[in-house]
């Protein structure tokens, strides 16, 4: 038997999705993330897929992952230390950057520091024109010069972004190879090369995010693939891309910049997933890990795309999976400030020592303690698929730090613990929805990753949302999402043109040559020789604006050179988003965009058996809600057939998550086995 696996590999736990080819049935276990050694997850995990379903190494014919190894480097600062070589007189662009406070209602709020001090900047003669050509040759004793200081100043890696780079890389291609010549064992990225876009500061803080990351990045999957190695696994690894996509590891060694968001991006490509099979038209999925609560809006099963995503305090500036962390994960650690007022987040326990009830050492109280304390979780010998036995002692021992600091109860501090981290995501998704145009009053709530099926209902109840539904492996869905993602690259041109009969041309001429290299990249750098899909877009804006919106071509009207429909594209979304579009102007490509994709095939979710009525719980159990306690039916995932029906509240287990059903809920099991839970409460 073969099997495909997916692997998401988060602070606290390491997810696994497996799938089998022949029947595409999904199975799925967890085991505890190694920070301390980088890949010996995988070995665990392939050993326990060994026992539980009797897969070995030799069985895997395709391995893809997620990892949170290029966000948690920048996030936390422990990258490489950078020199930056910049066009002489523009070594302040990351000081300068756009000139945005944090926060515009905080006068005293202070812009991130940059992950290149500016003292570690160093100026370069020689310049491009705006359109390419050569104003000021490079001068080679320049470049010598600033390679003898950085190397006094201790730089680890030397990042070269040169003004209008992005029309002309010879003059930071020159550099390099003079840097190269003079410092072999230093390595040297150009901005060109990791991703050239229009305006400086953008291509340089993308490429400087890229360098930071790209040593440890490609230390890990060289670990990784010696781990896979040792495991028996013969499949090429690949890894999940920031833009949803997939790619090998051996490309992501050197285009780490790609993998900056790989993990978050999974988790939503396998939510969208769910919304196509539930039907749901709009819905925010809602990905609650150990460390950190991320949400993403899905219409028609789509996941949304965007540019100048942040990382941390730093915003890159490659197509991305559009992501926003709205606040705390399970493991994030609940303390009292000095002003007595309770605080959850943004320390997190990870997965050592982890939360308290988990036994591993740790002795400070974080959302899982609280809901473990609430007697939510550890009513089921099956969390973490049998990894953890929660101590529900020891979760009590270290909430009741907190109720002493509060001068509260045990429970009544844990179910403020959790109460605090519900009010803080809805602050930031209220943002979220009211910069989209969302309704929350007409969107589903998709809740996924161990802690996110405990925490949804009581959001979704919050936001007044409608519907929350619960896949079939929650815990596990960024790795299944791993597996459905295509084979996947993007590829940009910036050209400059106003959008008439004689750009049609060069806008031709142009797409083929991306179109070459997207067929090149995925059938001999990705061994692809499947069907291939091509989407054409490009940014535009009206003559004199400074910020562009992406419009999609349609092929046939690119192919007639039919104007007036590729001007459509970019009016059509223009009035989408600012309510207004004026057809009588000029409207002007910046760039030139191709997504290259080769699809993978979608696992199988079989249909469940039918039933009828209420089931019956397992048994009642004694839960802390709104209060007080109160009896809660404990109903178990695997038990539940299609189209029965159950009230809150409720607490529903399985080997991966637990599900909370706060009171004024009903939960029906669709023919797949999601729940799809709505609120009753004025009903």
């Not at 209060?627 to 009230?647: H, I, Y």
């Amino acid at each position: 038997m073969r099997h495909r696996v997916g692997v998401d590999i988060g602070g606290s736990f390491t997810d696994f999705a497996i799938v089998d080819e022949e029947t595409l049935e999904v199975r799925a276990l967890k085991v505890f993330s190694r920070p301390d050694r980088p890949g010996a997850e995988v070995i665990d995990g392939i050993n326990a897929a060994g026992k539980r379903y009797g897969i070995s190494g030799a069985d895997i014919s395709y391995f893809t992952h997620g990892t949170t190894v290029g966000v948690n480097t920048v996030i936390q600062r422990k990258g490489i230390k950078l020199a930056l070589f910049t066009t002489e007189n523009f070594c302040d662009v990351l000081e300068l950057g756009r000139l945005k406070l944090p926060s515009m209602f905080d006068l005293l709020s202070q812009r991130p520091q940059p992950l290149v001090s500016r003292d570690m900047v160093f100026g370069v003669r020689g310049r491009l024109r705006a359109d390419g050509s050569e104003f000021t040759a490079l001068n080679p004793a320049s470049v010598e010069a600033a390679v003898r200081a950085a190397e006094a100043a201790g730089a680890e890696g030397i990042v070269i972004s040169f003004l209008h780079s992005f029309r002309s890389d010879r003059h930071e291609m020159a550099a390099k190879r003079i840097v190269e010549r003079m410092v072999a064992d230093i390595p040297v990225f150009t901005s060109a090369e990791i991703w050239p876009i229009v305006r400086e500061f953008e291509r340089t803080t993308t490429a400087v995010i890229g360098s930071y990351v790209q040593p440890r990045v490609a230390h890990y999957f060289t670990s990784l693939q010696a781990a896979l190695k040792e495991a028996g696994v013969t499949a090429e690894a690949r890894v999940a891309k920031s833009n949803g996509g997939v790619m090998s590891v051996e490309q992501g060694k050197t285009e780490s910049v790609q993998t900056i968001l790989s993990g978050t991006a999974s988790g939503v490509i396998g939510a969208a997933f769910v919304a196509q099979l539930c039907g749901l038209q709009e819905c925010m999925s809602l990905d609650v890990g150990g460390t950190s609560a991320d949400v993403a809006l899905i219409v028609d099963g789509q996941p949304q795309y965007g540019i100048g995503e942040y990382i941390g305090d730093h915003q890159i500036h490659i197509p991305s999976v559009s992501v926003t962390s709205i606040g705390e994960g399970g493991g994030s650690i609940a303390w009292v400030d000095t002003l007595g007022v309770l605080k959850v987040g943004p320390e997190s326990a990870g997965s050592t020592p982890g939360p308290a009830c988990f036994g591993r050492g740790g002795e400070r109280a974080t959302i899982t303690d609280a809901f473990a304390v609430c007697g939510i979780v550890g009513q089921s010998s099956d969390f973490g698929y049998s990894a953890v036995k929660v101590d529900v002692e020891a979760a009590r021992k270290a909430v009741g730090v907190i109720a002493d600091q509060l001068s509260m109860g045990i429970e009544e501090a844990a179910e403020a613990i959790i109460k605090v981290a519900v009010s803080g995501m809805f602050v930031k998704v209220t943002g979220l929805v009211t910069r989209f145009g969302i309704d929350p009053r007409s969107t589903a709530m998709l809740p996924f990753g161990g802690a996110g099926p405990m925490m949804g209902c009581l959001l979704a109840r919050e936001m007044e949302m409608p519907e929350t539904v619960i896949p079939t492996v929650p815990g596990v869905l960024s790795a299944l999402g791993g597996l459905i993602a295509d084979l996947k690259n993007d590829f940009i041109k910036t050209v400059y043109l106003d959008l008439d009969a004689e750009a049609v041309p060069e806008i031709r001429e142009t797409f083929a040559a991306l179109r070459q290299g997207g067929e090149t990249w995925l059938r001999d750098d990705q061994g692809y020789d499947g069907e291939v899909r091509i989407v054409y877009s490009a940014d535009m804006r009206y003559r004199g604006q400074s910020f562009e919106v992406e419009g999609i071509f349609d092929p046939a009207a690119l192919e007639a050179g039919d104007v007036a429909a590729l001007a459509e594209a970019f009016h059509g979304e223009h009035e989408k988003l600012y309510g207004h579009a004026n057809r009588d102007e000029t409207v002007q490509i910046v760039n030139l965009r191709l997504v290259v994709a080769g699809r993978q095939p979608a696992p199988h979710l079989p249909l469940i058996e039918k039933g009828e009525g209420v089931p019956v719980p397992d048994r009642m159990v004694q839960c802390w809600i709104d209060g007080g306690w109160t009896d809660v039916g404990l109903f178990r995932r695997a038990a539940l057939l299609a189209d029965q029906e159950f009230d809150g509240p409720a607490i529903v287990v399985q080997d991966d998550t637990t599900v909370f059903m706060p009171s004024d809920t009903r939960a029906s099991v669709d023919a797949y086995g999601h729940l799809r839970i709505t609120q009753t409460r004025g009903h």
